[in-house]
């Protein structure tokens, strides 16, 4: 297990982390979802010992590291940026800890060419990384952290600067392998789409504190106010309300006629806008089995009980 208790930090008359607490179970994954500048980012660093509390400790299997060097603490790290070493090719940068630790060269790489067989990179190992897609490189950053059998994953936002059939394919291809080795993992993202994707639970953070955490399915159908709404991506938000697609059924015998404003297709279902005279301009989702072009007039019933309103 991988713990944050009671973190508190300032960077000048900035509160970055307000009495922060988080535990995350081996074989889990947890994200961290906010802003620019919530102070997502520094809770991993605060973790891999690149940054100290001002106050608070981090634990690993009940161990309390907060005062070890980076190097002793055994938590892989994954960041956008890769941080590859370009003088090394591709297994050297995988083994590169190994070596580190005082690992041979012949069984570090041993070890690297088996985990570059795993994700696929194993014809690739004596490239150099100059050379690699941005899709090889992070499953190279990613085999670099694993390798180490670490303690913790932490994950910075790494798969933001891939396309998005690439992202889907590394993000399903890093659960996998933190299920295998079971390692608890923190992913720090601005995605909400990500940590739906990815994520056992949600931790939403602004300002420095918690505002609201749970499984997708419970922030969904109860998001605790409008900015947590927002951020999710739910549609049909006011400062006052929240209607999910939950509460909107087509009912032909009782539902009220409204005019359909806009429609756009998407993969799965047709986004469809209308007007209603109580709640005003509404997002609708309906299967791609219903086609409907603007203009057309859809019976819409809203059940009242299943609607968020907001304190």
């Known amino acids: 297990m991988l713990s944050w208790r009671h973190i508190h930090k ?36 605060i973790a891999a010992g690149l940054v100290a509390p001002d106050d608070g400790s981090v634990w690993v299997n009940e161990q309390n590291i907060t005062n070890w060097a980076a190097e002793k603490r055994r938590l892989g ?125 949600i931790c939403l953070l602004h300002h420095g504190k918690w505002v609201q955490q749970g499984t997708v399915t419970e922030l969904l159908a109860r998001p605790l106010n409008a900015w947590v709404a927002r951020l999710l991506g739910c549609d049909n938000v006011t400062d006052n309300w929240y209607i999910p697609q939950t509460a909107m059924q087509y009912d032909a015998q009782h539902g009220t006629p409204l005019q359909v404003c806009t429609v756009n297709l998407t993969a799965t279902n047709y986004d469809v806008q209308l007007m209603h005279p109580q709640y005003g301009l509404l997002h609708w989702w309906l299967p791609l089995t219903q086609p409907v072009n603007v203009g057309d007039w859809l019976p819409l019933t809203i059940w009242s009980e299943q609607i968020v309103i907001f304190p």
């Open 10 to 45: 300032h960077f000048g008359d900035k509160l970055i982390a307000n009495d922060l607490s988080l535990d995350v179970n081996d074989g889990e994954l947890i994200a961290i979802l906010g802003e620019s500048g919530s102070g997502k980012s520094t809770m991993l660093n």
């Open 77 to 201: 790290l994954m960041f956008q940026d890769y941080a590859l070493l370009p003088h090394l090719n591709v297994w050297q940068n995988v083994a590169f800890g190994l070596r580190m630790h005082g690992v041979s060269k012949k069984e570090a790489r041993q070890q690297a060419y088996e985990l570059l067989a795993q994700i696929g990179l194993a014809d690739l190992e004596q490239q150099r990384i100059q050379v690699l897609s941005g899709g090889e490189r992070q499953r190279v950053a990613l085999a670099r952290a694993l390798i180490m059998q670490p303690q913790g994953l932490l994950l910075d936002e790494p798969f933001s600067a891939l396309d998005t059939s690439l992202r889907s394919n590394l993000q399903q291809l890093t659960l996998r392998l933190i299920q295998q080795q079971h390692c608890p993992a923190v992913l720090v993202t601005h995605s909400p789409k990500e940590a739906f994707a990815m994520a056992n639970w």
